[in-house]
C-alpha cells in the first residue's frame, strides 16, 4: 500500500520467509490470499508478481478509487471531532516537514501518506467500505513505487490541508472534492512516467 515494491517484482518466498522470520506455509498462504484480492498474479514456475497494470486497469482503478475514497471522505464529515481533525492535521505536519527537509526520504512520506488516508477513511465509521478501499490501495500501491524517484513526491500531498480544513468547517462535499483531485494528481503524474515506458526493477 504505500509503495515499497513496484509492478513487475517477484515475491520470492525464501526472501520473504527470511524477512518475516516466518516458515513458508503462512508466507504462501498469504500470497495466495492476495493473488485472490488482486494485489499480485500468478507468474511462470509457479511464483507470485506485483502486476504491471494495463493503462485501462489504472483508469479503471483510478474512478473506483474516486467513488469511494470521495464517499468516505462525505461521511467522516458527519463523524470526526475536534481531536480527529487535529490528528489529520499533525500527520499533514509532518508530511511538510519531510517535504522541506534537505535528504528527502521517501519512504517515510508514503507510509505518512498512507497512515494520513486511513486515518481519514475510518472516520466513515464504515467497516465494508474502509475494506474495500484497502483492496483497492493494495491494487495501486505498487504504481506509487513510480513517483519515487527524482522529487514529484515533494508536492504530492498539497490538497491534504484543504480536506483538514473543509473537515472543520463541516463541508464533507468539499473535503470529498479536495481528496479527489490529490488521487487524480498523483495518477496524472503516474501515467505521465508510464508514458516513458516501465522503468526496469531495481
Not at 507470485?48 to 474516486?66: G, M, N, W
Not at 513517483?147 to 473543509?166: D, I, N, R, W, Y
Request: hydrophobic share 40%; glycine share 6%; net charge neutral.
Amino acid at each position: 500500500m504505500a509503495g515499497e515494491f513496484q509492478p513487475g517484482q517477484p515475491m520470492r518466498l525464501e526472501e520473504l520467509a527470511s524477512v518475516f522470520g516466518t516458515s513458508h506455509m503462512p508466507i504462501r498462504e498469504a500470497l495466495n490470499r492476495l493473488v485472490v484480492a488482486g494485489a499480485l498474479e500468478q507468474a511462470p514456475r509457479r511464483s507470485v508478481r506485483i502486476p504491471r497494470l494495463t493503462d485501462k486497469q489504472i483508469h479503471d482503478l483510478l474512478a473506483v478509487r474516486l467513488v469511494n475514497e470521495g464517499q468516505a471522505v462525505e461521511w467522516a464529515a458527519n463523524h470526526c471531532t475536534s481531536a480527529d481533525i487535529a490528528k489529520l492535521a499533525t500527520l499533514n505536519s509532518k508530511l511538510d516537514e519531510l517535504e522541506r527537509s534537505k535528504e528527502f526520504d521517501a519512504r517515510a512520506y508514503l507510509k505518512i501518506n498512507q497512515s494520513f488516508h486511513f486515518t481519514l477513511y475510518a472516520l466513515s465509521q464504515n467497516e465494508i467500505l474502509l475494506k474495500t478501499i484497502e483492496i483497492l490501495w493494495l491494487q495501486s500501491g505498487p504504481l506509487l513505487h513510480l513517483l519515487t524517484a527524482g522529487k514529484t513526491l515533494q508536492h504530492g500531498h498539497k490538497h491534504h490541508s484543504e480536506v483538514v480544513a473543509c473537515l472543520a468547517a463541516g463541508d464533507g462535499e468539499g473535503a470529498s472534492g479536495a481528496l479527489k483531485s490529490d488521487i487524480r494528481e498523483a495518477y496524472a503524474t503516474m501515467l505521465a512516467t508510464l508514458e516513458k515506458g516501465w522503468p526496469e526493477r531495481t
